[in-house]
């Protein structure tokens, strides 16, 4: 298992001794969460806002080291700096907003960053900014002397994402990555990591939106308040659809509604359904089939 969580609990504000002494209790960002990552699949995590997404995917590559507990990559502790220098080029994260990121003159030289601290060779290091731009379906010859900041915001992040994939992760981790974008770019940016899945790159991605993850996910992790609410397939975690909305959060429309047809006394399966499914499984028991 390339990626365990064992135990781990994160604060960001210790208590101090005195704290202590006077019997305040600790807040948790993050609370006894244990789980593995499996090589190759696409988990989604989910959780409403502060529940902690972003302070879990800040721990997949050694940016931050819990407080208790341990993160192991491939059986090593990513708190010891050695081993997180190793995995970072091997476990990718890109944040929130990545196009934020960006700093270089031209595309080039953004993505050409990562590869270089590898210290790989020039030709080696243009071989792979190419690749990282092929990936992400920009043209290099179009693209490479541009600055990124005169590209559209669809197209900034791209480049930030061919930066990450220049390094030849074999986990994408994505915080939100669609957020902020059109719906056509939604689409389109959604259709790439997939595309990179099925490339066999194991991916992580935060995402509030049901649909998304229904559609792409094989497994969600549900987070509340720090903890986990909710760990499965996503037939296993919508089927709680109470559960979910009581901690606000959604499940899929399909879902949604085969949940409220299914109370209404119609005889349809526990599982997940797509809009197709839903119709499908509907026009059935209309026809008496
Ligand atoms: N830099 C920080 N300093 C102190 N507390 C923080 C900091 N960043 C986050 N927190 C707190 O930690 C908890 C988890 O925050 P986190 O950013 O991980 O949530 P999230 O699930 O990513 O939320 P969102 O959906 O809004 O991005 C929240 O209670 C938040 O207020
Ligand atoms: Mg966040």
């Not at 090593?76 to 050695?82: F, I, W």
């Not at 091997?90 to 907003?97: A, K, L, R």
């Not at 030709?123 to 092929?134: M, P, S």
């Not at 509340?224 to 709680?240: D, L, R």
Request: charged share 25%; net charge negative; proline share 4%.
């Amino acid at each position: 298992m390339a990626l365990v969580f064992d135990h781990v609990s994160y604060t960001y504000a210790p208590l101090t001794k005195r704290q202590i002494k006077e019997g305040q209790e600790q807040l948790w960002a993050l609370e006894d969460i244990s789980f593995e990552i499996e090589d190759g699949e696409f988990l989604a995590i989910a959780g409403h806002t502060g529940s902690g997404k972003s302070t879990l995917v800040l721990h997949l590559n050694g940016v931050m080291n819990p407080t208790k507990g341990k993160v192991l990559w491939n059986g090593q502790d990513l708190a010891d700096k050695k081993v997180a220098d190793q995995a970072r080029g091997d476990i990718g994260v890109v944040f929130q907003y990545p196009e934020h990121q960006l700093f270089a003159a031209t595309v080039y030289e953004d993505i050409a960053f990562g590869p270089r601290n590898l210290g790989l060779s020039a030709d080696e290091v243009e071989e792979r900014v190419k690749e990282g731009l092929e990936l992400v379906e920009l043209d290099y010859d179009v693209f490479k002397d541009r600055s990124p900041f005169e590209l559209s915001g669809g197209q900034q992040r791209r480049v930030a994402f061919a930066g990450v994939l220049a390094m030849r992760p074999t986990t994408l981790v994505l915080d939100e990555p669609v957020a902020g974008l059109d719906p056509a770019s939604r689409n389109d940016f959604l259709d790439l990591i997939n595309k990179l899945h099925e490339r066999g790159i194991t991916i992580v991605m935060v995402s509030h939106n049901m649909n998304d993850i229904a559609r792409l996910a094989d497994r969600v992790l549900v987070l509340n308040g720090g903890k986990i609410a909710g760990f499965g397939t996503p037939e296993e975690v919508f089927s709680h659809a109470a559960k979910l909305r009581e901690i606000g959060l959604g499940v899929p429309d399909a879902q949604l509604m085969a949940n409220e047809l299914r109370e209404m006394g119609l005889p349809l399966e526990e599982r997940l359904y797509s809009p197709e499914r839903l119709a499908n499984a509907v026009a059935a028991l209309l026809e008496g089939r």
